[in-house]
């Protein structure tokens, strides 16, 4: 299975583009992954000009973020317009370096108010995929190095990292560790054993997690990997009661990993066509074909 991306998305809704002029900016500011991030949308001459800026200082420790992004100009009509790019953002050696990425020249000011705006209300999206990030290792809150070697009796091989823990432990919070160390299979009988495509820091959370800490990004993916149900719980409450993803990522993950208290609250709360025309804007036919449906018959309950 695929190392699980880091994703997020950010939203300017504008209801005056015909009153931008050239000092005119719209700003989205938002945290995601222990990352400030900006959405600037700004009216440069005849262009509509839109970049997406990684507000990390610059500091002495490197550090590095490659991103793949996909900005779309969405009409209230369906109507859209979508460009993708790939960038990496990173410290530099001068502190006023702006460390942003865009398009200059997205679209021409008069092709947005024609083919876009409608009572000069349009919805501007970046998409961001993170595809790797350096320098970024938070400080970890359980230690499971070689310091702890005398209480475990399995060695988990990550990548280059070894993570020292209970086979027992394990099985108990885990049907997938049950059966490949508990069972029959020659990882039982092995003192280390190599995990495969999965990212170190995320299998470092998700042991932290099942050992009574709190959930963040990436664990989901390995508490339902790994068929451990006191994981995805604590994953789904953080979901419903802490986190701060939009309504459409948390849709998507209620929908793709089965969590159906996730989904109940979600669904609670769509309110409006606008909310559901949030849902699917961009490609529906990359949409479960279940979520689309429920979402369709949602919209029949409001007429």
């Known amino acids: 299975m695929d190392i699980p991306q880091k994703e997020f998305e950010m939203k300017c809704f504008i209801d005056d583009i015909d009153c931008m002029g050239e000092v005119d900016e719209r700003i989205v500011e938002e945290n995601h992954f222990n990352i400030p991030w900006k959405l600037e949308i700004q009216r440069s001459e005849d262009f509509l000009t839109i970049y997406l800026v990684c507000s990390k200082p610059n500091q002495s420790d490197h550090w590095e973020v490659k991103t793949e992004i996909t900005v779309q100009v969405l009409s209230i009509d369906g109507t859209s317009q979508t460009m993708k790019s790939y960038h990496r953002y990173k410290n530099v050696d001068n502190p006023e370096v702006y460390n942003h990425f865009g398009w200059y020249d997205f679209m021409t000011w008069d092709m947005l108010e024609n083919n876009f705006a409608i009572n000069g209300e349009v919805t501007i999206q970046a998409n961001v995929r993170i595809l790797e990030m350096v320098g970024f290792r938070k400080e970890n809150l359980k230690v499971f190095d070689e310091s702890v070697k005398e209480f475990s009796d399995i060695v988990l091989v990550v990548r280059d990292r070894k993570f020292y823990t209970s086979k027992l432990f394990l099985g108990f919070q885990s049907s997938y560790f049950k059966s ?124």
């Open 180 to 303: 490949l160390l508990l069972g029959d299979f020659a990882e039982s009988r092995q003192s280390e054993v190599v995990l495969k495509n999965i990212n170190p820091d995320d299998f470092q959370n998700f042991l932290e997690l099942i050992h009574g800490e709190s959930p963040i990004d990436g664990v989901l993916h390995l508490a339902v990997l790994y068929d451990s149900p006191t994981a995805i719980k604590r994953c789904e409450e953080f979901l419903v009661k802490e986190s701060k993803k939009t309504l459409k990522v948390k849709l998507e993950l209620s929908t793709r990993y089965n969590l159906k208290v996730l989904k109940e609250k979600c669904m609670s709360e769509i309110k409006s066509i606008d909310d559901i025309r949030s849902l699917v804007s961009g490609n529906i036919d990359e949409m479960d074909s279940s979520l689309s449906k429920e979402l369709f018959k949602k919209c029949i309950s409001m007429f």
